[in-house]
């Protein structure tokens, strides 16, 4: 008898979505999945369906949807619209976050640095080395920075967060462009790496000098000094829900193929320059509409009754109206093996 | 005891599955062998040997060159055993031959307990407590002392971070010393009293009797455990992907960021995308694989040549 509870149970972890057939399952970006978690546990609550995600990292869920071993995939960068069309994949941006600088340097609070993105790519470069840099200094007039070493931090492993900021930087700095480059992972020409957004949070904080960049709710969690920077308008932003919103505002999704928008240095005197969106990715073609249809239902329920929970985390939920855009791309890019299409509402 | 008619039989049984365990585990060492080399198949045929000559890891370009992974492996191993063989072979000569007997219980249990600490809680505890105090304090010291000498100098040169290749090392130098300690005292227990006896009452001091019986005798066995703390050394990974600074860029200061290749497995497999990133990552694992049977030959060659296996039995 405990020997056959015990294997149920077994049973119960090991395959969930067998057990429940009514269950979804996802898996890929690390960074949106306390959101994701949040709202499959409000929404099993509400409907009894569950939503399991597994945050295996951008790469991973690019690869599973590939595989078909998951329903849904989600990652941090937006596959280029070929790639997309590779695969027979659609993609779609599921929520804003916003990437912010976070620095070491003793006698300096939070906000009081005010860096731009030239700046901020020389000293990713190692152009800038030391805190009293004219560079930063010419900035930061009112500040006593020391004559201590800079100590840059990026993420060791590949991630979204990391392509949001080496794009942003690229934008900012022609030599990152073109020395360095774009991507969820690149060849740093200088500093320490830090696991995850918890590693270079700690890996900031432990080391005297140092600076980092981590989600903004890392930032907010760890009470870390953030720095303002300078947006494409030339104004000093600190980063903060308004900000990000103000940047997921300015973007012209309508006109980007396949959703393939990079939100960083948008336009606006109120915008944080390094915002990205996370996204989602599913199959053009559905072998089981039902299953797909179950999914989109979820993100349909996410789009309209998950916004106060993505601030509450302080993500920045997708704009109304591109809401509206992205399910009329449902409605018209996704079908069953026959061509009826999935999403009809 | 009776021979029973079932002897045979079960001899014949047990000699079957003993063998078969065996070929077993022969056989899983072959399959992983395998699975790296297929795994690696994109990178090998595409880099070849140039990979290990370079220490560019460039995911943007798709370029990959294990020097910098494979030297940082060398470089934290190396560290770890200067530092942490002698201090193990001095607590398990303490244990076995100085320490009062009621001391050595309580003594050897807690560096057992040591021993069982997971990997984790060193890298944490050296990312929170030991880099701070490197970066403030043992750093400028080194900087400032050994840093000095000409040629040495270089490899105490450079911004102190707390984070690097000597912290990493340092780390690993107390992991494995546990493991070294433990082993290294049980095998000078193995040591017959009688050994020890004969050569006090020789006249032989404390110094002698180590160095003239225990060492002699138990070579084959310190060899061992040496060893064993030079596999772990080599083949950890979080706590080294805590305070190394995952950096792939060979710098010739030990204060620099470095990685080995277990941590950038650990590092970057997840999000890998495309097959010869991953390729890359797996012909790291294949080249650890060949630096680890490399390090055991050698280490089996040394002994033989020098005639000690066997006869220090």
Known sequence: ?????CLTLAAAFAIPTVAHADNIAGAGATFPYPLYAKWAEAYRAETGIGVNYQSIGSGGGIKQIKAKTVDFGASDMPLKPEVLDMAGLMQWPMVIGGVVPVVNVPGIKPGDLKLTGAVLADIYLGKVAKWNDPAIAALNPSLALPDQAIAPVHRSDGSGTSFIFTDYLAKASPTWKDSVGVSTAVEWPTGLGGKGNEGVAAMTGQTVGAIGYVEYAYALQNKMTYAQMQNAA??????DGASFQAAAANADWANAPGFHLVLTNPPGADSWPITGAS??????TQDEPETAKRVLAFFDWAYRKGDQM?????????????VAVVEASWAKNMSDKDGKPVWTK | MPVTPEQPARDALFLGASRLATWALLSLLLAILLTLVIGAWPALVEYGPSFLATDAWNPVEDVYGG?????????????AMIVGVPVAFGVAI???????????????TAIELLAAVPSIIYGIWGLFVLAPVMQSTVQPALAATLGQVPGLGRLFSGPPLGIGMLTAGLILAIMILPIVTTI???????????????AY????????????VVLPYSRTGAAGAVLLGLGRALGETMAVTFVIGNAHHIKASLFAPGTTIASTLANEFTEAVGDLYTGALIELGLVLFGLTVLVLGAARWLLARTGLEGKAR
């Open chain 1, 1 to 5: 008898m405990r020997i056959l509870s």
């Open chain 2, 94 to 108: 303490f244990l076995t031959e100085l320490c009062p007997w009621p001391l050595r219980r309580p003594i050897g």
């Open chain 2, 67 to 79: 020097l910098g992974a494979l030297l940082g492996t060398i470089v934290t191993a190396v560290i």
């Open chain 2, 201 to 212: 009452g020789l006249g032989a001091t404390t110094w002698e009797v180590v160095w003239h």
């Open chain 2, 184 to 198: 290294l005292r049980d095998v000078f227990q193995t040591v017959p009293p009688i050994y020890r006896e004969s």
């Open chain 1, 279 to 284: 996204f989602i990715l599913m199959h053009k």
């Open chain 1, 310 to 322: 993505a601030e509450q985390l302080h993500y920045v939920p997708i704009p109304g109206k591109v």
């Open chain 1, 234 to 239: 030339g104004q000093f932003v600190t980063p």
